[in-house]
């Protein structure tokens, strides 16, 4: 059975940065698509990042493109986001997933971390 910790959330003002980390357990990470999610209060849960097996493709929301880094380390069964230049509306719960590669679902969830930006 895998699992997924969150950490690295918390209070910071708009402009600055805070960075994600997300560790997993079991032997089968380096196989997995890696990506974070967020859900801010009555709303829907959002894509925001996902970054391949080996790390050689990445993708990004439009709304953090530009701002956010999605990165991993298979070594330490890893995946981390370094967020740049938050804005209040990126306030909300981050979540951290994992999905077989050849698959298009997510099959794995953290219990999220919370990052709050003010102004």
């Known amino acids: 059975q895998v699992q997924l910790v969150e950490s690295g959330g918390g209070l910071v003002q708009a402009g600055g940065s805070l960075r994600l980390s997300c560790a997993a357990s079991g032997r089968t990470f380096s196989r997995f698509r890696m990506g974070w999610f967020r859900q801010a209060p009555g709303k829907e849960r959002e894509f925001v990042a996902r970054i391949s097996p080996s790390a050689g493709i990445t993708t990004y929301a439009p709304s953090v493109k530009g701002r956010f880094i999605i990165s991993r380390d298979n070594a330490k069964n890893s995946v981390y986001l370094q967020m740049n230049s938050l804005k209040p509306e990126d306030t909300a719960v981050y979540y951290c997933?994992?999905?077989?590669?050849?698959?298009?679902?997510?099959?794995?969830w953290g219990t999220g971390t919370l990052v709050t930006v003010s102004s």
């Open positions: 997933s994992g999905g077989w590669d050849y698959a298009q679902t997510w099959d794995y």
